[in-house]
């Protein structure tokens, strides 16, 4: 497997129909692809123009196995978002995307960023916590009153990690423990229909992990 790094605009045309053509395929295993899929297309083009390139392709002979890219509008500090994951069918179960995910990590490391976080995906959560990702719970209250009553009414195995204030919106951080389950987004919905929510996984680069 030869991984490296997509520099030019016919490299991401390549893979931006080669993701929608994966996303048509049933399975989803091990697949991070957001919707819409010009998202992905406008990120990897804006990388182009950049010095910095943490983007890259994963090749087994003439095929495209995979690649990673992350998201530039999402960078913030000290933490970076993967923007997509995309494995071929072809080549899954073999760990190209473990490898890719393992490949970026280092390379986001090297460009000087602490904690990679992915959004939650359906078929991709067993993947992700076996990549030694966190799942933590993101609630989006849209004042201070709703944000208290967030924090006053967490359930038995949540813990709370951080508030903030972000985009207009008041956010709550809850590390759920390892436990992502909808039940939570539900629960919470029911507080009040103005909550919104997500799970994001997050990795801290800094410490030391055995990659499974």
């Known amino acids: 497997m030869k991984i490296t790094p997509i520099k030019t605009i016919d490299e991401v045309k390549k893979l ?9 395929q049933e399975t ?3 697949v991070l692809i957001p919707f819409p899929l010009s998202e992905t297309y406008i990120e990897m083009m804006g990388q182009v123009e950049q010095k910095e390139k943490l983007q890259f392709k994963a090749m087994i002979g003439d095929d495209i196995a995979g690649f990673i890219t992350t998201s530039d509008k999402d960078k913030n500090g000290s ?3 993967i923007q997509a994951i995309v494995v071929s069918i072809k080549y899954l179960k ?3 995307g473990k490898v890719l995910l393992k490949f970026i990590e280092q390379k986001i490391k090297k460009a000087g960023y602490k ?3 992915i959004k939650e995906r359906e078929g991709s959560n067993v993947f992700y916590m076996k990549s030694n990702y966190v799942p933590y719970l993101y609630i989006y209250s849209p004042n201070a009153e709703v ?3 967030v924090k006053n009414n967490l359930l038995s195995g949540m813990e709370f990690v951080d508030e903030y204030e972000k985009d207009g919106k008041y956010v709550t951080k ?7 389950v909808c039940k939570y987004k539900k629960y919470f919905s029911s507080l009040d229909d103005s909550i919104s929510s997500e799970y994001i996984y997050e990795k801290n680069l800094t410490k030391r992990y055995s990659f499974t």
């Open 79 to 81: 933490d970076i978002y």
């Open 115 to 117: 904690i990679v976080k």
């Open 147 to 149: 944000a208290a009553k």
């Open 94 to 96: 073999v760990g190209v």
């Open 174 to 180: 809850i590390d759920v423990l390892g436990e992502p």
């Open 28 to 30: 989803r295993e091990n």
């Open 16 to 24: 931006y129909k080669f993701m929608v053509d994966r996303y048509n």
